[in-house]
């Protein structure tokens, strides 16, 4: 029972990170969801609610990995996915600066330098934990069956590509790159959410130990 627990507080995390991210990027006055990254949202006066919301994604990322390594006994995979709790939790602690025109009083242009929290938020809550995800995928296929393997790997790929999307959209300041990182987070949050239930209840994606 404690495994299945850390599975569904996993689950619980990211099925809140997604309900946070939507509704706070509707209702914020001046963000625009197509444009501004999840991350933008914890800057100004509510930006506590998103540093909030990655700090528990995190932690529940955490629990998440404990309980998936002691379900399909795979050391590697609890390591990647606490690594990815990790990055999101000090991507809740270290925000991003201003830059992108929210909050609304924000520079539009990137300014000449960054501050070094800026930078860890950057590095370790997105190359360091996408990565990390991404390689847990590429590990949990091999302990997957059928279908499952297949998904698993699927989304590995995909999520990859998205990643690299995303940053490269970020980098030229494209107008979409809101959108292309939700669709990031989706793919990956989907398959955290659908595995951990799996894990957790149904038991048919694997042979339990």
Sequence with gaps: MVT???VLLGVGAA????????IEGALRPGYRPMYHTGS????GERGWIQRASFMLMGIGMIAYAVGVGWAMNTVTGAVLLATFGFGLTVAGVFPPDPLRGYPP???????????????IHHVVGGPV????LLGACL????RL?????????????????LTIWTALAYQKDAAKTGLIQRGLILVYWLWIVLLGIDVA???SSFTPT
Aim: no cysteine.
């Design 201 to 203: 209840i149904v038991h």
């Design 15 to 22: 099925v809140t990170f997604l309900a946070v991210l939507l």
């Design 4 to 6: 299945e627990l850390f």
């Design 129 to 132: 934990a996408f990565l990390a």
């Design 40 to 43: 933008e949202l914890e800057l």
């Design 139 to 142: 590990t949990l296929a091999g």
């Design 105 to 119: 009083s924000a520079a539009t242009e990137a300014q000449a330098g960054v501050t070094w929290q800026h930078q």
């Design 145 to 161: 069956e059928g279908v499952w393997r297949l998904y698993t790997l699927l989304t590995g790929v995909a999520g990859l590509a």
